[in-house]
Each structure stands twice: as structure tokens, then as C-alpha cells.
């Protein structure tokens, strides 16, 4: 049974930072690529960023460039996700994701199995 977890959300202030950590279990975690996805109230999910298997590649929703940075540690089953500058229009809860290849994919359908998501608040 494949296992999705996040954490590491919070409420902070607008300017800090948070580093969201994902674990992933049942499956082989250094096979697949791995995503971010973040939906905030009264509005669509939309995909934050994503890192192939190898963590060679990976790639950032436009809006997200330069604010949010994503790692993997395959020994440790591990993603995180580092948000700085944090702003108001930040918050949502943020989910993590498996895919279903070695590479990234920015269609959500690629990814079949999903964590229940770690809130993040950011106050003004």
C-alpha cells in the first residue's frame, strides 16, 4: 500500500519561510518523479513544481520561479519543498504527489497517488 505524507506547513509571517517535507512509502520511491500541487480556498489545484527521479531535472510553475526550490533525498524516501519570501497569496494547502513515470509531467492525471496535504498560512 503506497503511503503519501506531508509536513512541515504552518503559519508564518509573510517574508519567512518554510521547508515542507514529503515521505512516500510502498513504492519505489527513487523510480518516480514527484510533485508539489497547492489549492487554496475557492480555487483550482494548481501545480507548484516537480523533480525526476534522478533530481537532475525539475521544473516550476511561472508565478513560483525563484521563491521555491525543490529537492529530493532518495535514501531517506524524502521531498521536500523550500518556500521563502512567503506572501499572503500563498496560502493553501499544499500536496504532495508520486508519478506514474521517471520524469516530471505537469498533468496532474500522471500522478496517482496523493498525500492529504500540510496547510500553509502566511499572515500579513
Do not use: H
Not at 515521505?23 to 518523479?33: D, M, P, R, V
Not at 516537480?50 to 516550476?60: A, D, F, K
Not at 521563502?84 to 509531467?105: G, N, V
Amino acid at each position: 500500500q503506497v503511503q503519501v505524507v506531508e509536513s512541515g506547513g504552518g503559519l508564518v509571517q509573510a517574508g519567512g519561510s518554510l521547508r515542507l517535507s514529503c515521505t512516500a512509502s510502498g513504492l519505489a520511491f527513487e523510480a518516480y518523479a514527484m510533485g508539489w500541487f497547492r489549492q487554496a480556498p475557492e480555487k483550482e489545484r494548481e501545480g507548484v513544481s516537480c523533480i525526476s527521479r534522478t533530481g537532475v531535472s525539475s521544473y516550476y510553475a511561472d508565478s513560483m520561479k525563484g521563491r521555491f526550490t525543490v529537492s529530493r533525498d532518495n535514501a531517506a524516501n524524502t521531498l521536500y519543498l523550500q518556500i521563502d519570501s512567503l506572501k499572503p497569496e500563498d496560502t493553501a494547502m499544499y500536496y504532495c504527489a508520486a508519478a506514474r513515470y521517471s520524469f516530471c509531467s505537469r498533468n496532474p492525471q500522471d500522478f496517482p497517488y496523493w498525500g492529504q496535504g500540510t496547510q500553509v498560512t502566511v499572515s500579513s
